[in-house]
């Protein structure tokens, strides 16, 4: 079974500055990946980023980072230089990597709101 | 990445109706799966979708209420039937692209039922 847990239901960030998304996990599968996604208040899901549990380096796209610690079982989503377009519903979501299983397991998301 | 689709975008039903909600992707994909979101909730995966063979059902979601039909390699569709208010939700196809992790999501279907 697979367990996301964030913490914090809502956040507010002043624009440009960077905002850090809490994600902690709990799996029983060896191999896992970890994701997180954008819901913008029209409903569709985009995915923003991937941390595979063999990668050695932590997951960078553009503005998004993934700050991985394996040991704490923790993977954070840092966003640098927040715009007004990043507000929005965050959700961390993980999946195994073994056993054939496909199913996405996602948190309860965190609420972002982008201030002037 | 691939390209999805879906139709509708949002309806109103009224209970006791069924409604149809179309996935078409841009691209062949093996796997296709279909995901709930009600009201303030997270996603719920409701059941997989492999061409060829029939859906497979998390628990708590059965093939009566939710038929699905996969009947190509970029196409699927799933039926909510015989509905109630409890299914007003975003309803959300995903595909996985071949040789990668990472699930991509239509831009979902919002259904309100009366």
């Known amino acids: 079974a697979q367990k996301i847990t964030q913490t914090q239901p809502g956040m507010f960030v002043q624009e440009k500055e960077a905002v850090t998304l809490d994600c902690t996990y709990d799996t029983s599968d060896p191999s896992y990946g970890l994701f997180w996604y954008k819901q913008p208040s029209s409903g569709e899901m985009i995915f923003l980023i991937y941390?595979?549990?063999?990668?050695?380096q932590n997951a960078t796209e553009g503005r998004y980072s993934l700050n991985f610690q394996k040991a704490r079982k923790s993977a954070n989503l840092v966003i640098s230089a927040s715009q007004l377009g990043d507000s929005a519903m965050y959700f961390c979501a993980m999946r195994g990597l073994t056993g054939g299983g496909n199913k996405l397991t996602f948190g309860t998301g965190t609420q972002l709101k982008v201030e002037l | 990445s691939a390209v999805i689709s879906q139709k509708p975008s949002r309806d109103i039903c009224q209970r006791g109706t069924s409604l149809t909600i179309q996935c078409q992707v841009d691209s062949q994909v093996t796997m296709m799966f279909w995901y709930r979101q009600q009201p303030g909730q997270s996603l719920t995966l409701i059941a997989t979708a492999n061409q060829g063979s029939e859906a497979t059902y998390e628990s708590g979601f059965v093939i009566d209420k939710f038929p699905i039909s996969r009947p190509n390699l970029t196409f699927s569709t799933l039926t909510v039937s015989n509905m109630s208010p409890e299914d007003s939700s975003i309803y959300l196809c995903?595909?996985?692209?071949?040789?990668?992790?990472?699930?991509?999501f239509g831009p979902g279907t919002r259904l309100l039922v009366l």
């Open positions: 941390q595979g549990s063999y990668d050695q």
């Open positions: 995903s595909v996985e692209e071949p040789d990668r992790e990472t699930q991509y």
